[in-house]
């Protein structure tokens, strides 16, 4: 597999400051617009699937990855943690954050691939078997396994997790199979969406 960057985020408080996660690769950060970058940021993820700043807090990064599932930076992406009480270590896909509160986070995930017994397909690929959950988190709590209305498990994984700047609380999930499912209550409770977008396998953003 080659090496490529599958996520880009520039902070809401200087445009200087940028972070670039790596699909198996690394999770830098650029202080001068791009052109120069710091080696890889110990203790993100670096198999890394998506990576966001708060929508208005440039202290909060976060990202989902591959290998320990999550990790979140409290100090614009120099430092990072990755906490793992709720979870353990999963393969995460998506996150995203409230837009008001940058303490509430989400993140989509499956279990790992068991790559010594030959699966090296993880099993939230797997359209129709996913077997992947929407988590939440509330600032030091656990994270806590969303239901409220999906289905459970997702058999599809939830490739997007976007959230609106004008609706504190809201989130929306988009799946595998084009399902768009959306909370108003951050999390508590879920509806089906009435279309469907033939199939959601990387991103989507609400606008």
């Known amino acids: 597999m080659t090496p490529y960057i599958s996520g880009l985020a520039v902070s809401p408080d200087d445009p200087n400051i940028i972070l670039a996660g790596i699909e198996a690769g690394a999770v830098m950060r650029s202080g001068d617009r791009g052109r120069t970058w710091s080696k890889h940021l110990r203790g993100s993820d670096r198999d890394c699937h998506s990576l966001t700043f708060h929508h ?33 270590a999963m393969y995460g896909w998506a996150v995203a ?7 509430i986070w989400y993140l989509s995930e499956a279990e790992q691939g068991k790559l010594l017994k030959g699966e090296f397909t993880p099993p939230g690929h797997n359209d129709g078997q996913a077997n992947a959950h929407i988590y939440r988190k509330i600032g030091d709590e656990p994270w806590q396994q969303l239901a409220g209305g999906l289905p459970e498990p997702l058999d599809y994984m939830a490739y997007g997790l976007a959230v609106v700047p004008e609706q504190p609380g809201y989130v929306y999930a988009g ?3 084009g399902q768009i ?15 469907n977008l033939g199939e959601v396998h990387n991103a989507f953003a609400v606008i």
């Open 97 to 103: 954050a409230d837009p008001e509160r940058s303490e």
């Open 181 to 195: 499912w959306f909370s108003e209550d951050h999390g508590d409770h879920w509806a089906l969406m009435p279309f």
């Open 175 to 177: 799946l595998g199979n």
């Open 56 to 88: 208005t807090n440039g202290n909060w990064a976060y990202e989902a990855g591959g290998m320990s599932g999550v990790a979140f930076s409290q100090n614009g992406g120099m430092d990072w943690r990755k906490p793992k009480a709720g979870i353990g």
